[in-house]
């Protein structure tokens, strides 16, 4: 008797509680299922470029007001956009570095640019202010082989007579991820250094003789931030806004340049847009005058004849029509607009114009 | 213990030795624990610091934001909400029936084996499951946020399984008695009488496990993927606080890694609640059933 | 009436047998899961291990430009990380136990228990960001130059605490995976501890001996086998933690001798890798190998910890 009342009570009270429980879940699951159904507004997944980061995600931003587009972008480098896109998990990947004819034919995706963006080297020693030090590509080529160890090696004391520079190791830090701004800058090294064309060449991710890895321009940044006598190279947005310190760069003239707005516009003046195929153009280490030598166009690949690309190339053409005054207070620089008509042919060409345009 | 040290130090140097190994252990031990409770309040206070100030009404009302601009955590704190309760969702159920499997059914081998496993299931590095759910499901389904709760489930399983199984070896055999003599098959007798009756240990195990999953990074970081826009839609990629800590805190934006303190601390505080709920509970049923 | 019975019969057998079928199911897939895990890991793996062979183990290249992969690297990382881990936990965890059991008076220990429990809570993300925030520069302003100034000038050893001191490393991962099992190792210690039967440790203190020979003689004995099975269990743990680690390790592939030294663990490598791999790619299946030899691993040891804590239980 005793034990069959008692039981009924823990029955009755847990009952209850159970069947809270299950009422609950079941609650949240028809909810969640239903208002999953219910959404309808037009979303579009990409992936890739820290580089870019920024500019598409204020663009995303903008494009969501004004023409309905929600873009959910992912910076997880572009090495990692290309796989995406390649196996078709987002609706587009974002690179900063060109990819081959083969390969966009064999996966049948089309390639356009987006903006153009400079890469600062930035350095992390005390006492040592904005654009004090200078550097050249030999130097920090033989800095990230590490054949030179201290900051006051004697080859960077050389070039640099007016600063002080104390007996310090120096942390290379770089991008651990796949990333179009490793390729750009190892690019440039391969351009500036036999030996380092000859022994680690230029790719999204190489391998790195020494230093410490990052994942993404916001990591390198912050590395490059807390660690002493660290030198590493992010974007210049990324270099701005974390006030990280810049270097000086020789270019191909003898002259050391600093990177600013205007001489990343040099620069980005001098690409040819007309003779490149597949919008493939080549900005390191051009000729020019006060023209920043590590330039780079960041791109975007979508797959062709596809229903999903169409949403991207809606929010892109909202991009080049408006975005150019996000890009420039950004620190990008906007393509010019004979190449964004031969976007839109491109656009055409691939069948993925949006039809009610 | 009271040892008259200075009686003894006088008879010989042996016991001053002794005397002087029992203290150096003593001190070292306190040290120690010092250092335990010294990295729990650094964790703590740090998070206080740099987390508080960033729980505004502001933070909870706004999405995430791109680099740049002044964003909220709203879409990360729903979007771990809802992983997490689906994942609940689909774990209590399947943990618990494999706890009743392990408790109640006597197939000493099998039980054997699966019990083994699931100890073995609890310590498995948590990324090992991301790639097993990324193999399973994304590959067919794309990035969504069941994919993310099915890993989370995953892992929450056996932790419920053994907690709940444990409970229910307790629940002394006189009252299973009770009601099979009531004529009530075993099914009734296990979901209506033995399950309740273990009630606080379930609960416990629950709590515990959800408290376990709710920090967890690495299995969503390849099955949800983390989404800056908000999204109801499960079978979309969808953010969550352990994502955002891990974007967030890399970036040398100290907005953004300001944001991802936030973050942290209310992730912190909502596993160690929970952790504490569970504890506090388990201790008051333990109470409860020494009465009975 | 009897076709009510029967019915009724029928009922009640259904839901029995789909009450049984179903807790059947739970608790066999349990058991899938973990089969599905290990076998999927090594099915995606295998064009990495036939490409590569015993490559895979011998070399220490990780060569997205040439597509050659190897485990060595990471597999030490994982290893010495773990290890350090463990060295370090051991003596901490130990002292906690100890004090809390023997020493200090029961309110404070029952309040610091629970402050040590709670710490085994908190997620490992949040770990990784305390050490990156508060860790690193702690490490490379005062304890890596000290121990560089002090054993790094030692001869053999001195090869562990040499280069640069920049705080990320394998010596930093280490002491976080440290502080991360002590929590799990002090539990089954003090658990282990608090079950000595009172009557053995009374009649040691009664023939004079001190609380630590007591502990020495009395109780470490009789607990050798549950002692070392949760330092295992602990190892276990430390093997596979991914978010805490990724922070402080620095991400780079390097073999060296220096603890000091920036390095990859196999769950960092693939949290760092995994999203930029191509999913048919030999990259990803470098990972999938990977992984297998991590799940291998962490079997072995779990497996190891398991069977040390069930045949201390029942002795």
Partial sequence: MHIESVSRMVVGHIGKQVLFVIALSSVIAIGVSEISCAQKVKSITGVGSTFAGPLY??????????????????????????????????????????????????????????????????????????????????????????????WNDPKITEINKDVVLEDLDIAPIYRADGSGTTQVFTSYLVKESHNWAETYG???????????????????????????????????????QNHLCMVQLKDSAGEYITLTEDSLRAAAKTADWVHSKNFNVDLINIVGENAWPIVSTTYVLVPAYNQNSKGVVKFFRWAFDKGDGIAYTLHYVPLPIFVKEKIEKTWEYAGITPNNS | MVVNTNLYMQQNRRVLWRFFKNSFVRIFSYITTFIMVWVLCSILVTLMINGFPGITFFMFTHVTASQSKVGGLLNPILGSIIQVGLAACISIPVGISAGIFLAEFNYKKINAIVRFFSDILISVPSILVGLLVYLILVVSIGYSAIAGACSLAILAIPIIARTSEEALAIVPFSIREAGFALGAPKWKVILWICLPAARGGVMTGILLAISRIAGETAPLLFTSLGNSNWSWNIFKPMSSLPLIIYQYADSADDALIKLAWTAALLVTIFVLCLNLIARVYMKRCQRKGRHI | MVFKKLKCFVKRNVASIVFSGWVWGCGVFVLLIFLE??????????????TFGTDFFIRSVWNPVNQEYSARAALIGTLVTSIIGVAVALPLSFGCAYSLTELLPSKISQCLTVAIRLLAAVPSIIFGM?????????????????????????????????????????????????????????????????????????????????????????????????????????????????????FVIGNAHHIGWSLFMPSNTIASLIALEFPESASEGLRMSSLMALGAILMLISFIVLFCAQWLLKRAVKN
């Fill in chain 3, 130 to 246: 305390w050490g990156f925030f508060i860790l690193v520069p702690l490490m490379s302003d005062y304890v890596q130059p000290f121990l560089k100034t002090t054993l790094g000038t030692m001869p053999y050893i001195g090869a562990l605490f040499s280069g640069g001191t920049f705080g990320v490393g394998m010596l930093t991962a280490g002491l976080i995976l440290a502080i991360m099992i002590t929590p799990y190792t002090t539990a089954v210690m003090q658990d282990a501890f608090a079950n000595v039967p009172a009557l053995l440790k009374e009649s040691a203190y009664s023939l004079g001996a001190t609380q630590w020979e007591v502990m020495r003689r009395v109780v470490l004995p009789r607990l050798q086998k549950i002692i070392i099975g949760g330092i295992v269990l602990g190892w276990g743990r430390a093997l596979g933690e991914t978010m805490a680690v990724t």
């Fill in chain 1, 202 to 240: 230029s790719n999204t991710s190489i391998a790195w003789p020494l230093g410490i890895g990052g994942r993404g321009n916001g990591s390198v940044a912050s590395m490059v931030k807390n660690i002493k006598g660290s030198i590493g190279y992010v974007e210049f947005a990324y270099a701005l």
């Fill in chain 3, 37 to 50: 895990l290990i076998f999927e890991l090594f099915f995606q793996g295998r064009r990495a291990f036939f």
């Fill in chain 1, 57 to 150: 995600q204020n663009w995303a931003e903008g494009a969501e007001k004004e023409i309905g587009v929600q873009v959910n972008y992912q910076p997880l480098g572009s090495g990692a956009g290309r796989n995406q896109i390649i196996s078709k998990t987002v609706s587009f990947g974002a690179l900063d570095v060109p990819t081959s004819v083969e390969k966009l034919t064999k996966n049948n995706l089309v390639q356009f640019p987006t903006a153009i963006g400079g890469i600062a080297v930035v350095v992390n020693i005390p006492n040592i202010k904005h654009h004090m030090l200078r550097l050249t590509g030999p130097i920090i080529a033989d800095i990230y082989s590490g054949k030179i160890k201290k």
